[in-house]
């Protein structure tokens, strides 16, 4: 398996553009998630989805879309890059359990640049 | 929301046990205690989790005081590999009965050889 995978590595944005961040696993997980991590700050939660078709919100959610097409795959979207928006992206991703502890997996990050 | 309070930063020597605490003071009866850490450069990694009994696995034990209101991640060898920073988490949060994990500041491990 390898696990959670993130594309790019590095991205350097200009103020206005627009990017996705690629995400996928290959564990057959239905949660995926997105977070962010600032300059030592723990992760906060941008978007999540708990199965194909299905997403929501997280704690800062604004300037980012995503969908869920496939249970692999779960892109985020930066519509109109922001320098607020410079940060370290991990997406993680475990399976759907209610009676049994799954840990999260996380991929390696994409770390973003907006100029 | 139930907090987590942990030490900004811990040092240790290699070799060494290390006992890294973390406060829980309002832990609701349901909350699973659970450690990540994030080595530099990385996503972070599962460590480990428990409820209510102490827990051990290749990588660490978790000590849980009988009340909750604190537990301790012991690293019993720690080597240089293990400097990084430890999450202690209670929630999990948005999404349902498991959610996604909620993050703070942690504690930084550094490891002196």
């Known amino acids: 398996n390898a696990g959670v995978t993130q594309t790019p590595k590095f991205q350097v944005l200009k103020t206005g553009q627009s990017m996705t961040l690629q995400c996928a696993q290959d564990m057959n997980h239905e949660y995926m998630s997105w977070y962010r991590q600032d300059p030592g700050m723990g992760l906060r939660l941008i978007h999540y989805?708990?199965?194909?078709?299905?997403?929501d919100q997280g704690e800062v959610p604004n300037g980012y879309n995503v969908s869920r097409s496939t249970t692999e795959d779960f892109p985020l979207r930066l519509l109109s890059a922001a320098p607020s928006q410079t940060s370290v992206y991990f997406c993680?991703?475990?399976?759907?359990?209610?009676?049994?502890?799954?840990?999260?997996?996380f991929g390696p990050g994409t770390r973003l640049t907006v100029l | 929301d139930a907090k987590t309070t942990q030490p900004n930063s811990m040092e240790s020597n290699e070799e060494e046990p290390v006992h890294l605490p973390c406060n829980h003071s309002?832990?609701?009866?349901?909350?699973?205690i659970h450690w990540y850490r994030q080595l530099p450069s990385q996503g972070p990694e599962y460590v480990i989790h428990g409820l209510t009994s102490n827990v051990n696995n290749r990588m660490a034990s978790l000590a849980i005081a009988e009340d909750r209101k604190s537990s301790t991640l012991i690293l019993h060898r720690a080597t240089l590999r293990d400097a990084a920073v430890y999450y202690c988490?209670?929630?999990?949060?948005?999404?349902?009965?498991?959610?996604?994990?909620?993050f703070g500041k942690g504690t930084k491990l550094s490891v002196k050889p």
């Open positions: 988490i209670l929630k999990w949060n948005y999404g349902g009965s498991q959610g996604n994990l909620i």
């Open positions: 993680a991703s475990r399976l759907r359990g209610v009676d049994t502890y799954n840990e999260q997996f």
């Open positions: 989805s708990v199965g194909a078709g299905i997403t």
């Open positions: 309002t832990i609701s009866g349901t909350d699973y």
